[in-house]
């Protein structure tokens, strides 16, 4: 990865969900608001200060450049797209979770 790009793996199973009443809500369902989406990070690059292989991060899927390596989907974002990071690494002492 180069300069500030985040690498994060797609969650196949995130595309569709079922309500508290057990319907399932497929992906292609139109949402009045748009959807963030939690994806755990799989490379940075040098210039990323505030996340690191194996944080989970939140971003807005819509503005997602998705590509495949090996057969598998990842997508390609700025640090600056992140929303919030969830890190194990900062221990009991914080949340870990950065808004």
């Given at each position: 990865?180069?300069?500030?790009?985040?690498?994060?793996?797609?969650?196949?199973e995130a595309g569709e969900?079922?309500?508290?009443?057990?319907?399932?809500?497929?992906?292609?369902?139109?949402?009045?608001?748009?959807?963030?989406?939690?994806?755990?990070v799989v490379a940075t690059?040098?210039?990323?200060?505030?996340?690191?292989?194996?944080?989970?991060?939140?971003?807005?899927?819509?503005?997602?450049?998705?590509?495949?390596?090996?057969?598998?989907?990842?997508?390609?974002?700025?640090?600056?797209?992140?929303?919030?990071?969830?890190?194990?690494?900062?221990?009991?002492?914080?949340?870990?979770?950065?808004?």
């Open positions: 990865m180069l300069h500030d790009r985040i690498l994060v793996e797609v969650d196949r969900r079922r309500s508290s009443g057990g319907i399932v809500i497929p992906a292609t369902a139109a949402m009045g608001a748009r959807r963030l989406t939690w994806s755990k690059g040098p210039q990323a200060r505030a996340v690191v292989v194996g944080d989970k991060v939140l971003f807005d899927g819509a503005e997602k450049a998705e590509v495949e390596v090996n057969g598998e989907l990842y997508v390609v974002m700025r640090e600056r797209d992140v929303h919030a990071v969830a890190a194990d690494r900062l221990g009991d002492e914080a949340t870990g979770l950065y808004l």
